[in-house]
């Protein structure tokens, strides 16, 4: 049976997965394991606890005194190594992790709030520790020991210390608990909360700025849509709170959220850039991976395609053929971090696996309902600031929306039904390039839900998009206008009115042609959007497209824009004009080389169907060709078996032609066409 230890190493905050100390351990190990993990705690009285600060300081005193003992203990001595003083010290190791792990979520900084709404169970859990300490030292085999009397003595006055020792909700913690539930319980009613009330609970809790503030949203978020997490409603009002809390409360912004307000990227975005997109495929399908394990062998594969290789009866490392001793799958966490991070940063799709998708859960509720009623409270204070504030507060405002729409279908609704689009549009025409950029970017979040693309298009938003595409003050901004373009293409009717303005096409394509990775992407997505319409083919080809995409094919390296290419080739060549525009502009060799090389399946794939487009509108001049080249049948055959059912049967009818023609060139019923001849008429 496969293990599949997919929670292993990922401690969530409130659990302790302490390991006892082998059975095999030498004394001497132990004991300096002990004292090297009693001074790591006893270090954490130079960090600041914001809840709990009392049960910490006591605790870590518990500690120092058991120290105390600990170093007393005679090293290296073999007569002490009996089974009974081994237990007993190796119980207190084991309490010792357990304390570490909670005295470093007492000092998290990005769970500050939360560790104040669980701090019954935290006091419970110093408690509990406390008392397990006193059960290890009632039991330790002192008279078996060479200690003094006055170490004995700090053993008894420790012990009792640890009985004694009461573990409760601090006053001041209880207070502020009270505070929170109070204001939870008016945002529940729809109350707009007194901000003197909630910059109190900020600054009890020492989050001063809006990066620490955004620290707990993150933390919220993940915790939200972690698998098997009990306390979601609280979770989510919490959510609420801090994100109400952000959004009103910071005039000023701190260094780390001016850099992203102003469009900036940070050093770990400038590394991740140029990592190699390689060491990133799984080496089965050699596809990008959305979920890396490793096996016993040490490498990495994704997921499916290791367990589905296990499940065929395999025992064996697919990459070095080594025969495992254990099937168990351990979760690469540090590479999957590092590929939503590159896929991130570059603009390619990464698809979550394992988890609730994140849309799907905020698009139904969002968990509370004080969450709901802070997000409809803030939407209403962002649009009054997009209206009547300064440039510095709309520009805050328009940064704010960005974040709170990036992901959550909820918020999109709430703002959209708020009226934050009419601001945003004519904030896009400012001069000053931080406010056009991020409020284009809210744009692009908004035009995501179903309402908003008439109401953009009803302002005059096409318009408006169509001056920040052609001369935004940034590219960032241009490539933002792009992509709320591909959007507004999802209905036909804006397919219609941006595909007969004269001057749509020929801006995407100028982005196309001197944008950044993204930008090109998002102007290839939306050249796909707008072929939707079939009488935009021929607008596309007039303006240059086919010849401007076979250029840039030759350049790209990565395989999203080689495949949003090929796409895009692949919808022109269903129609005769298209598929001979593909041709003359020497398409043809650049697509079977592609097909024979690259690592992407839908890349494959739409090669595969470009080849069949062109072989049944241009089959004189391209047939012959791909005859001759004998690279071709392998990745064919291969998407025969391995592609989805449509791309199963265009292999299958490419395959046929070729087979066709070659039967009837041997047969001598026709005058085979040599490839030198060809070059002249078709590249």
């Known amino acids: 049976m496969i293990n599949d230890k997919s929670n292993e190493f990922i401690r969530r905050i409130l659990n302790f997965p302490a390991v ?10 132990l004991v300096t394991s002990l004292i090297q993990l009693g001074q790591k705690i006893c270090e954490c009285k130079s960090r600041t606890f914001f809840t709990n600060k009392k049960n910490a300081r006591n605790s870590i005193r518990l500690i120092e005194d058991i120290l105390i003992v600990v170093k007393e203990i005679p090293n290296g001595v073999s007569r002490f190594a009996n089974s009974s003083i081994l237990s007993s010290l190796s119980e ?8 570490q792990f909670l005295l470093e979520d007492c000092s998290r900084e990005d769970a500050r709030i939360w560790m104040l709404a669980k701090s019954e169970d935290v006091s419970c859990q110093f408690q509990m520790l406390a008392r397990a300490v006193a059960v290890a030292l009632d039991v330790l085999p002192l008279e078996e020991m060479d200690v003094s009397v006055e170490v004995k003595q700090v053993v008894e006055f420790v012990r009792n210390q640890a009985v004694k020792l009461k573990f409760e909700v601090e006053m001041d913690d209880r207070s502020m608990q009270m505070n929170v539930l109070k204001i939870l319980d008016q945002l529940e009613d729809g109350i707009i909360p007194e901000s003197s009330d909630l910059k109190r609970v900020l600054d ?17 978020d993940n915790e939200i849509f972690s698998e098997g997490n009990a306390d979601m409603g609280l979770l989510s009002s919490l959510m609420g709170f801090m994100i109400y809390c952000r959004g009103t409360l910071f005039e000023v912004l701190d260094n780390v959220a001016s850099m992203q307000i102003k469009g ?10 140029f990592l190699n997109l390689d060491d990133f495929r799984c080496p089965i399908t050699l596809e990008i991976m959305n979920d890396p394990v490793t096996i016993a062998s040490g490498h990495t ?65 969002t968990g509370s309902v004080a969450n709901e009623q802070a997000m409809k409270l803030l939407a209403s204070f962002l649009v009054g600031r997009l209206v009547a504030g300064t440039m510095e507060q709309q520009n805050n405002a328009a940064f704010e929306i960005r974040l709170l729409t990036k992901t959550s279908i909820f918020n999109r609704s709430c703002l959209v039904e708020a009226g934050a689009i009419p601001p945003l549009l004519n904030l896009v025409t400012s001069r000053d390039s931080s406010c056009q950029e991020n409020a284009m970017a809210a744009l692009l979040n908004l035009s995501k839900n179903s309402n908003s693309k008439s109401i953009i298009v009803g302002n005059g938003g ?47 394509l100028e982005l196309l042609r001197n944008g950044t990775d993204r930008g090109k992407k998002n102007a290839l997505v939306t050249i796909f959007g707008l072929l939707m319409r079939p009488e935009n083919h021929w607008r596309v080809i007039a303006a240059g497209l086919v010849l401007l995409v076979v250029n840039l094919l030759k350049s790209f390296k990565r395989e999203d824009l080689i495949t949003d290419s090929l796409a895009v080739l692949s919808t022109l060549s269903e129609r005769s004009d298209g598929a001979m525009a593909v041709l003359y502009a020497g398409a043809l060799p650049l697509i079977v080389n592609i097909l024979s ?34 690279s071709l049948m392998g990745p064919l055959y291969s998407l025969l078996t391995q592609g989805n059912s449509k791309a199963s049967k265009k292999a299958s009818t490419l395959i046929r032609i070729l087979h066709e023609y070659n ?6 019923l026709i005058t085979p066409v040599f490839i030198e001849d060809q070059f002249i008429n078709v590249w």
């Open 204 to 220: 009890y809790l020492g989050i001063k700025c809006w990066s620490a503030c955004n620290k707990e949203v993150k933390f919220l």
């Open 20 to 29: 006892r100390p082998s059975e095999t351990i030498c004394f001497s190990s």
């Open 264 to 273: 900036g990227s940070n050093n770990a975005d400038q590394v991740i850039r």
């Open 663 to 668: 039967e009837k060139t041997s047969s001598g």
């Open 597 to 630: 090389s690259c690592n992407s399946r839908a890349a494959k794939e739409y090669c595969v169907s470009l080849l069949l487009a062109l072989c049944i509108h241009g089959g004189a001049d391209v047939v012959p060709v791909l005859v001759k080249n004998s």
């Open 462 to 508: 096409l318009f408006l998009i169509l001056d920040v595409l052609k001369g935004g003050l940034k590219m960032e901004a241009r490539q933002h206008a792009a992509g709320t373009l591909f959007y507004l293409t999802s209905v036909e009717e804006h397919r219609k009115m941006i595909g007969e303005n004269p001057e749509f096409i020929p801006s995407l």
């Open 92 to 99: 207190i190791h084991f309490i010792f992790q357990k304390y």
């Open 301 to 365: 594969y994704d997921r499916s395609s290791i367990l589905k290789w296990f499940r065929a009866g395999n025992s064996t490392c697919p990459k070095t053929s080594e025969r495992l001793t254990s099937i168990d799958l351990v979760p690469n966490l540090a590479l999957k971090l590092l590929i939503k991070q590159y896929c991130y940063v570059n603009g390619i799709p990464f698809v979550e696996t394992g988890r609730r998708n994140r849309d799907t859960v905020k698009s139904v509720a």
